[in-house]
């Protein structure tokens, strides 16, 4: 398996996809938080912190980690690769879990390089390091289970198809499904505790829990959950290409 990530993670980076995806978020995020007049811009806002950088980032996500998972199964079934896949020595979960780990290794690639609005953040505040950098941390842990949840909900809309343009299509609406469809539907609920209960299927709840500074034990088992739901859905859809 480690030699299937090593490959992955060498696929996004020999080529264009990998190097696109990063400077594509990197420049979209420092548009919106430093640059365009906007109320995500992070040097307009009254207090110190990344909360519009929070708000943002899942909506880049919600187009961008499609693009990269959409090729991750659909193009080794297009080009028949996928039979000699299923024959190495690893297990089909192997198969899936390798490509799903390269793909949140590049979401943690994107990231990281953000800890600069962080350090930018505390010395702009006023007094220096007037920022909450508890909650400023969780929401980094809750920004990259997000993205870990896109990923393998694009895993999941590429193992369906051969054709890397459904495959994008077909993840970027699950993922919006999950992350603010959920939300929506629940808000429109008349029916008295049902609207939590929708709200609570969805992303968007379990991640702003997360950004206001706690890591609960729920919305970790929720992530947990849902990247684990869309793996075994993968690999159920794979082992079908066997018969």
Known sequence: ??????????SFLSSIIGYVFI????I???LFHWILSYNTNLLEGSTADLIPFFNMSPVIFLILIPAITMRSIAEERRTGTIELLLTRPISDFQLI???YLA???LVFVAILPTVVYLVSMYFLGKPIGNIDLGATFTSYVGLLLLGAAFVAIGMFASA?????IVAFILAMFLCWVFYDGFELLGNFSQIGG???LIKYIGIAFHYEAIKKGVIDTSDLLYFLSLNALFLVA???VLKSLKK
């Open 97 to 99: 879990f390798a490509k």
């Open 234 to 236: 993968s690999l159920t």
């Open 1 to 10: 398996m480690r030699a299937l990530f090593l490959k992955e993670i060498s």
């Open 103 to 105: 793909g949140v290794a």
């Open 194 to 196: 049902l609207d939590y």
């Open 23 to 26: 400077l594509i978020y990197l």
């Open 160 to 164: 369906l198809t051969h054709s890397q």
């Open 28 to 30: 979209a995020c420092g």
